[in-house]
């Protein structure tokens, strides 16, 4: 089975200029997820799809981040423009589903995109 | 006071060795917990879930106290390749949808 897929895999880019990363979730997931993760801290969550709609996006700086997942498969996450805080890898992940009962079940996580801003 | 606190390490032990993580959470109302594990420049990878009663797999077993608001792990017998980091996770979700956060991570290395 593919697992989750991202690309680019690297980027560097000034600051205040715009960067915009792509995930493909693992066929049949309905739910996907990108997080942000600044090294040395642990993964945190910058917005939830359910399908093509969000669930969740209260820790994303919406001044400067947007999110899609237009036909409810892969997402684009876009950063625009970037700050010096924004280096960090940007991780995708997607469940099989999300909602009532589904506590556990496994999130996958793609690869990452490793983003510097000089 | 962070949501998840765990102590960074490293924890640096020798081939073999039982070793210990804990970690603790802040919102009482959180509906379940895990344990991840991300190689270094890798990805976070689902270890195990953790439950009330306690639960085993292998060389690792982990433990939840949901009074104390407390969550373990416990490697038994040590190899090179459990070196990583170990981040404790919490789903704080609480209209049906998974929300986890995630510790900072305790990064282990196992020597020879």
């Known amino acids: 089975e593919a697992g989750v897929a991202q690309s680019p895999r690297y980027k560097i880019i000034e600051k205040r200029q715009s960067v915009a990363f792509w995930c493909n979730p693992i066929s049949g997931h309905a739910t996907l997820y990108w997080y942000q993760q600044i090294l040395g801290q642990g993964p945190k969550l910058l917005i939830q799809f359910q399908n093509n709609g969000v669930v969740d996006d209260s820790q994303l700086p919406k001044d400067r981040f947007s999110a899609e997942r237009l036909k409810g498969v892969d997402s684009t996450l876009k950063i625009q423009p970037a700050k010096l805080e924004d280096s960090a890898v940007y991780l995708c992940?997607?469940?099989?589903?999300?909602?009532?009962?589904?506590?556990?079940?496994?999130?996958?996580f793609g690869p990452g995109t490793r983003l510097t801003v000089t | 006071r962070k949501e998840v606190e765990q102590d960074p390490g490293p924890f640096n032990v020798p081939e073999g060795a039982t070793v210990a993580f804990n970690c603790t959470y802040s919102?009482?109302?959180?509906?379940?917990f895990f344990w991840y594990r991300q190689d270094c420049r890798k990805e976070p990878k689902l270890l195990m879930s953790v439950y009330s009663s306690g639960n085993e797999d292998g060389r690792f077993t982990a433990q939840l106290n949901r009074a104390s608001q407390y969550i373990s792990l416990l490697i038994r017998d040590s190899k090179l390749s459990d070196s990583a980091t170990y981040l404790c996770v919490v789903n704080i979700g609480n209209t049906g949808f998974q929300k986890l956060v995630f510790g900072t991570g305790t990064r282990l290395l196992v020597s020879p």
């Open positions: 919102n009482s109302a959180s509906q379940s």
């Open positions: 992940a997607s469940s099989l589903m999300s909602g009532a009962g589904s506590n556990d079940y496994e999130q996958y």
